[in-house]
């Protein structure tokens, strides 16, 4: 059935509404969402942050620790260790490692070997020191 002229007005005007409405939404769910993404890098910051303290205070790689990604994700792109065995440091960058995203910093520690000692025959393992948002000067390139 045909609109009437007062309909079409009704119906354009209500269409207009619509897509202001759908602008409006839009910009407010892209401000929110930046909001949120931001708010997650803070608690991915703190979460390293807490997980650094429990390995200063108590040693030994913490369980639970942050996942690679929330490191990541929170500035912590390196992780210091040093061998268990020629007590040399090295910085690894969690970037460069292949790995499931939920993969968690502490597993690391029986994946990591020193090149130096893997060359004389050895495979000890990595001890974790700490997540650093750069590289150290006092370690190795991975």
């Known amino acids: 059935?045909?609109?009437?002229?007062?309909?079409?007005k009704a119906l354009t005007k209500e269409l207009a509404k619509a897509r202001a409405m759908t602008t409006i939404l839009a910009t407010r769910s892209a401000e929110k969402r930046v909001?949120?993404?931001?708010?997650?890098?803070?608690?991915d910051d703190?979460?390293?942050?807490?997980?650094?303290?429990?390995m200063w205070s108590d040693g030994g790689p913490i369980d639970p620790s942050p996942s690679i990604d929330q490191a990541i994700?929170?500035?912590?792109?390196?992780?210091?260790?040093?061998?268990?065995?020629?007590?040399?440091?090295?910085?690894?960058d969690l970037a460069a490692l292949p790995h499931v995203p939920t993969t968690c910093v502490?597993?690391?520690?029986g994946r990591l070997r020193c090149e130096k000692c893997r060359k004389a025959g050895k495979r000890p393992i990595a001890e974790l020191l700490q997540l650093a948002p750069r590289r150290s000067t006092a370690g190795e390139a991975p």
């Open 106 to 109: 502490h597993d690391l520690a």
């Open 73 to 92: 994700n929170g500035g912590y792109a390196w992780l210091e260790i040093r061998c268990s065995r020629c007590k040399t440091p090295r910085a690894v």
């Open 46 to 54: 703190l979460a390293c942050q807490s997980w650094n303290e429990r």
């Open 1 to 8: 059935m045909p609109l009437s002229g007062g309909d079409r």
């Open 35 to 43: 909001a949120g993404e931001a708010l997650i890098r803070e608690a």
